[in-house]
Nanobody, 125 residues
Framework: QVQLVESGGGLVQAGGSLRLSCAASGRTLSVSAMGWFRQAPGAEREFVAAKWWNGGRTYYADSMKGRFTIAGDNAKNTVSLKMGSLKPEDTAVYYC??????????????????WGQGTQVTVSS
């Protein structure tokens, strides 16, 4: 089992920045990839960013490229999401997720095995 705990959400004005963190514990050696997803009220869970735990290749949703940065610290078993130039439409609950299989499509939430409880991000206009 892998446990994930997110932190860092909150209220920010449009154009501002936030940094989310996700701390992993448990069987972290089994983790192959870490991802961030978000879900707004009434919407489906949406891919935000992901990275392979070893090797470091990163992936972003098109609307987040250039504004969001995913980074990992393997020694501390943490992954962060730096969010900049925030827009009201970025308002959502943000979830950290871990996958344990390799060669999976990291943009698909169904390929993740463990999820955090989520952290609310609200961007005011």
């Amino acid at each position: 089992q892998v446990q994930l705990v997110e932190s860092g959400g909150g209220l920010v004005q449009a154009g501002g920045s936030l940094r989310l963190s996700c701390a992993a514990s448990g069987r972290t050696l089994s983790v192959s990839a870490m991802g961030w997803f978000r879900q707004a009220p009434g919407a489906e869970r949406e891919f935000v960013a992901a990275k392979w735990w070893n090797g470091g290749r990163t992936y972003y949703a098109d609307s987040m490229k250039g504004r969001f940065t995913i980074a990992g610290d393997n020694a501390k078993n943490t992954v962060s999401l730096k969010m900049g130039s925030l827009k009201p439409e970025d308002t959502a609950v943000y979830y950290c997720a871990a996958a344990v299989r390799y060669n999976v499509y990291v943009r698909n939430p169904l390929n993740y095995d463990y999820w955090g409880q989520g952290t609310q991000v609200t961007v005011s206009s």
